[in-house]
């Protein structure tokens, strides 16, 4: 499907999210064990895991504009030394503070990782074969968040939690290495879409980073984005906990289980993309954007429903079921919303404009953990943190049926719609 000489840079970016959520997850894999050492409440863990995204979330926008200024290549090489060397850093915290000061850092790093795949694709591969492309180079972060569970749990057994932290950080920088030495920013000939390059072209001036960053159409991808990311993080950071604390997991069982949902996640993000191209191939009529809002409109609404129900069951099977089958219709919209910004924005913004996309949909990761935290203090009981999250889904779900649009360039009192 894909041609040979794009496979070694899809390989390298889903190698590259595979690390990313090896990297990220660890924390979440190893927090019984971290909690106890360093005598931390589920308060100080809600806050520990959202400070994450404090420096995620701005260097999402951030690392965008370096993408589209300084190449998407170089941008992940830097991206990837610097989150590698504060993953094995938090082997070196010593309390709450100092693994704050250590996560912001490690989530500047990370920041960039979406964006920069996003890049890479729009640079490599034609507009039919970007979703696609797209949805397997990030697969490879559910198969990472998959592999943690085994790999941290183990070591955190056998050994110390911290080695597992250091053994982590070595991959990544093994990575970065391949990463500099076999991938070009982009093909000797481009790989750009004809559709595109003709809009561009007819548009006769490029439009500023200003004038998308007020579209509604990428604000509400933004907010759906943001129920994504809401889901996902209660998932990524709470779920492990939740099997220990509410379901009476063993630290050794719960990180089997978790392998199941992250799994199913992998599944979905690989398919999602493909089956939003096969929806555009099959209803072309209807334009791109349709075949982005089929996806993206059905698989959140039913991601909503299995983790809004899955706080109210009452045995560990059925509670991880819909968890499972919650991550599987969530990723299966995984690249919908990178798909979007490519399909409406021009070549020389997707970097920018999806940098701030993720950047708002990423504050989901300050507030939705520490939340989390907050309402099991109170409650006791994980069961309003399953709703509130699936109650956000199905708004940002419907949000989407009524707000993203294709965006109406003005040129001349004539109406330009970038439908592509």
């Not at 729009?122 to 074969?129: A, R, S, V």
């Not at 191209?277 to 698989?299: M, T, Y």
Request: with cysteine.
């Amino acid at each position: 499907m894909f041609a040979k000489n794009r496979l070694p840079v899809l390989i390298l970016l889903f190698l590259a999210g595979v690390v990313n959520y090896l990297d990220r997850s660890a924390l979440s894999i190893g927090a019984p064990f971290i909690s106890h050492d360093l005598s931390l409440s589920a308060t100080q863990m809600g806050l520990i895991f959202s400070s994450f995204s404090i420096g995620y979330a701005i260097f999402n926008f951030i690392g965008g504009m370096a993408a589209d200024k300084y190449g998407a290549k170089m941008t992940l090489f830097v991206a990837m030394i610097v989150w590698s060397l504060f993953s094995g850093a938090v082997a070196l915290a010593v309390g709450f503070t100092s693994l704050i000061v250590i996560r912001i850092l490690f989530g500047m790093g990370e920041g960039p990782l979406s964006t920069t795949i996003s890049k890479m694709v729009n640079n490599w591969f034609p507009m039919e074969q970007r979703a696609s492309a797209i949805g397997l180079a990030n697969s490879g972060t559910p198969l990472g968040g998959a592999i943690s569970g085994p790999i941290v749990g183990f070591i955190a057994i056998s050994y110390n939690w911290k080695i597992s932290f250091i053994l982590i950080m070595f991959i990544g920088l093994i990575w970065a290495i391949c990463w500099l030495k076999f991938v070009k920013e982009k093909p000797v000939k481009s790989a750009g879409n004809v559709s595109v390059a003709k809009i561009n072209q007819s548009l006769e001036k490029s439009y500023p980073l200003s004038f998308y960053l007020k579209e509604k159409t990428v604000l509400f991808t933004a907010f759906a984005f943001f129920a994504y990311n809401y889901v996902l993080f209660f998932f990524l950071t709470w779920f492990p906990s939740y099997l220990v604390e509410a379901r009476g997991l063993d630290v050794k069982s719960m990180s089997v289980v978790t392998i199941i949902p992250w799994v199913l996640g992998f599944i979905g993000l690989a398919a999602g993309g493909f089956v939003s191209d096969w929806v555009f191939k099959k209803f072309s009529q209807n334009g791109v954007l349709f075949s982005r809002k089929v996806v993206l409109v059905s698989c959140l609404f039913l991601s909503a429903v299995c983790i809004g129900i899955a706080g109210l069951v009452t045995t560990t099977v059925s509670a991880v079921t819909l968890v499972a089958l919650s991550v599987f219709f969530l990723y299966l919209t995984g690249a919908i919303y990178w798909a979007i910004i490519q399909d409406v924005v021009e070549q020389k913004s997707v970097g920018s404009v999806g940098g701030f996309m993720h950047f708002l949909a990423n504050t989901a990761g300050i507030i939705g953990p520490a939340l989390t935290g907050y309402i099991v203090d109170k409650s006791g009981s994980f069961t309003g943190a399953f709703l509130l999250a699936g109650g956000l889904a199905v708004f940002a779900s419907l949000a989407v049926i009524r707000f993203v649009r294709p965006i109406i360039y003005n040129k001349e009192s004539k109406d330009i719609k970038m439908t592509v």
